[in-house]
């Protein structure tokens, strides 16, 4: 059923910085407030890069889940739960193995890249191949149709559009479908069964787009019919069978304008981070170390900010007024860059300020914080429970 349904997931392998805060945990602490929302510590995908480092893994865990709610992930808006503690994501990714073309996994564009890029480690192995799949499964198991992700996730999301389709295709189809499908349609009241006919008839014979999106909402707003009387409205409006798995749509994070401390975009693999959780002497230490325009060899030679990283976080963190003095300033060398970094450091550090109290609040209470996950993994595995019923009922495998 297409509800409005956020989900995503971030791979526990490390210490959070600033390019997460500013990308992707802004971006999820603005969706919790505009729809449901679904946020998951993806510790099996951590294992299908970092088998061999599971200590990574399991401190990161708890860290990652506090750095969330620090920086204001809110626990009565999104679920926030641990892969691992919902075992029936597991469970579909297996059963969607059996439809899944090897050829589909193999041409998935992160899997030759990241086998180059992390070329110390081994990853021929089946459960690298088969992580988009486990991807898949993490999605379509809450029927999620919102997947907000970074560029590079995208193909995972189209893959996931095709195995859902592909299971609709091949198990979507039960038996008596027509019959029970006219039946519901029998059940709208002779007002709306005749306006769905009229839609249905619209979409099928001229591909009437508008017709099909009233059709749904129709269904949709249909009082006291069950969910799977619905679920054959919907799938016989297309022509198919049932619609058991949603297809998700994704939704771009917007880039994280993130720099990190010499100038590259903020990433681990690039050394040039600060952590959420860094202390203040650190953050002041690694900005002043950072490098600006060579050609400011000494005090008094004049620079261009266009060619310094430190210009790059003026520009997130300083007002006008700030701009226009270091833009002056470094041009005429009336500034020097010591202390044209000051107000960045004050401004990171007023950024970091309030996320670090929160932070050492969760940690020194870690049974709220195991309760609040506890909470979460209780919810997202109920979701997950109903979905698998739907599933095994239509793979065949809910002997009784
Ligand atoms: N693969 C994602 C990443 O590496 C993490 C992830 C796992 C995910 N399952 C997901 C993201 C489901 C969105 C939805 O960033
Ligand atoms: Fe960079 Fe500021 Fe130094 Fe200019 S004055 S080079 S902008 S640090």
Known sequence: MAIDRVLSGMRP?????????????????????????????????ALTTHYDTPEIIEE?????????????????????????????????????????????????????????KLSSKDLSTYGFLGYPLLQSADILIYKANQVPVGEDQIPHIEFTREIARRFNHIYGKEK????????????????????????????????????????????????????????????????????????????????SKMPGLDGQKMSKSYN?????????????????SMPTDPARVRRTDPGDPAKCPVWQLHEIYSNDATQAWVQAGCRSASIGCIECKTPVIESVLAELKPIQERAAQYAEDPTLVKNIVAEGCEKARKLARETMRDVRDAMGLNYS
């Open 13 to 45: 392998t490390g210490n959070l910085h600033l390019g997460h805060y500013n990308g992707v945990l802004k971006n999820w602490i603005r969706l919790q407030h505009e729809q449901e929302c679904l946020f998951f510590v993806a510790d099996w995908h």
């Open 272 to 288: 040039n981070t600060i952590s959420l959780r860094e202390n203040v002497d650190s953050v002041a230490k690694k900005i002043k």
């Open 60 to 116: 990161s865990v708890w860290e990652m889940v506090i750095d969330w709610l620090a920086a204001g992930v809110d626990p009565a808006s999104a679920t926030i739960f641990i892969q691992s503690r919902v075992p029936e994501h597991a469970e579909l990714h297996t059963l969607l193995s059996m439809i899944t073309p090897l050829s589909w996994l193999e041409r998935v564009p992160t899997y030759k890249d990241q086998q180059e």
């Open 176 to 255: 008596g479908f027509e019959e029970k499908a006219e039946a519901a349609i029998k059940k709208l009241g002779s007002k709306r069964s005749a306006l769905y006919e009229e839609l249905r008839m619209a979409y099928q014979t001229s591909g009437d787009e508008e017709a099909l999106e009233s059709a749904r909402a129709l269904i949709e707003e249909q009082q006291g019919m069950s969910m799977g009387d619905k679920e054959r409205l919907l799938g016989y409006l297309e022509g198919g069978g049932k619609i058991i798995l949603v297809e998700p749509e994704y939704k771009l994070t917007p880039a």
